[in-house]
């Protein structure tokens, strides 16, 4: 079993940058992981943002390219999103999700942390 907590959202004005943090704990497998971040606004649907593979590989939504930055830090089972230029239109709950791939798949989802984008 993984847990997984984020952490650091809040209220930014926009052009500003948060920081989000998810932390990891359990049994967390070395390889065949892939860490998300997603996002949900009022009224829209659960949408990935960022992703980052065991092996470092990221991913990035259209919509956040070249303003959010995915890492890792596999020592601390910790997993980052830096948001910077940040628009109203980010304005959502976001939620870190730990998968593992292999024989046997395994999901898990944080609690979410709130971002709020004022104009």
């Not at 997603?38 to 390219?65: F, M, N």
Request: net charge positive; hydrophobic share 35%; aromatic share 10%.
């Amino acid at each position: 079993q993984v847990h997984v907590v984020e952490s650091g959202g809040g209220l930014v004005q926009a052009g500003g940058s948060l920081r989000l943090s998810c932390a990891a704990s359990g049994s967390i497998a070395s390889i065949d992981v892939v860490m998300g971040w997603y996002r949900q606004a009022p009224g829209k649907q659960r949408e990935l943002v960022a992703q980052i593979t065991s092996g470092g590989s990221t991913t990035y939504a259209d919509s956040v390219k070249g303003r959010f930055t995915i890492s890792r830090d596999n020592a601390k089972n910790m997993v980052y999103l830096q948001m910077s230029s940040l628009k109203p239109e980010d304005t959502a709950v976001f939620y870190c999700n730990y998968r593992r791939w292999g024989l046997y798949e395994y999901s898990t989802w944080g609690q979410g942390t709130q971002v709020t984008v004022s104009s």
